[in-house]
Nanobody, 130 residues
Framework: QVQLVESGGGSVQTGGSLRLSCTAS????????IGWFRQAPGKEREAISC?????????WYSDRVKGRFTVSEDKTKRVVFLQMNNLKPEDGATYFC??????????????????????WGKGALVTVSS
C-alpha cells in the first residue's frame, strides 16, 4: 500500500523537543521532495519545512520555525525527520508530511502550492504546554 505515515508526536513542555518521522511505504523517496505542514485547531494549514533535490540538499523553513526545527532524510530507510527544538505553545498542531516534486522547496511557500502536493500522511499531533 502506497502511503506516508507520520510518527513521533506527543506532549511536551515549553522548551522541549520532539522528532517527527515521515515514513514512506510502497514507494521510495528517491524522486520526491517532502514538505511538512501543520494545522492548529481553527487555523489555516501552514507550510513549515521542506527537503528536496535528489541528495536532500535543498531545505526550506518558515520564519516561525527557522533556527529551531531541522529537516533531514534517510532515503535508504524511506524516512524523513523533523527535529523540533525549543518548542513553544504556538507550535502545538497536527503535523503532516506530503510528497511533491524534487523541487518542491522552491514552491512550497508560494501561491498555488496545493497543485504541487501529492500524497499526504494522516498527521501526528504535537501538544506543547506552557
Amino acid at each position: 500500500q502506497v502511503q506516508l505515515v507520520e510518527s513521533g508526536g506527543g506532549s511536551v513542555q515549553t522548551g522541549g523537543s520532539l522528532r517527527l518521522s515521515c515514513t514512506a511505504s510502497g514507494f521510495t523517496l528517491d524522486y520526491y521532495g517532502i514538505g511538512w505542514f501543520r494545522q492548529a485547531p481553527g487555523k489555516e494549514r501552514e507550510a513549515i519545512s521542506c527537503i528536496g533535490n535528489a541528495d536532500g540538499s535543498a531545505t526550506w523553513y518558515s520564519d516561525r520555525v527557522k533556527g529551531r526545527f531541522t529537516v533531514s532524510e534517510d532515503k535508504t530507510k524511506r524516512v524523513v525527520f523533523l527535529q523540533m527544538n525549543n518548542l513553544k505553545p504556538e507550535d502545538g498542531a497536527t503535523y503532516f508530511c506530503v510528497t511533491g516534486a524534487l523541487d518542491l522547496c522552491e514552491r512550497i511557500d508560494g501561491p498555488g502550492v496545493e497543485s504541487w502536493l501529492e500524497l499526504w500522511g494522516k498527521g501526528a499531533l504535537v501538544t506543547v504546554s506552557s
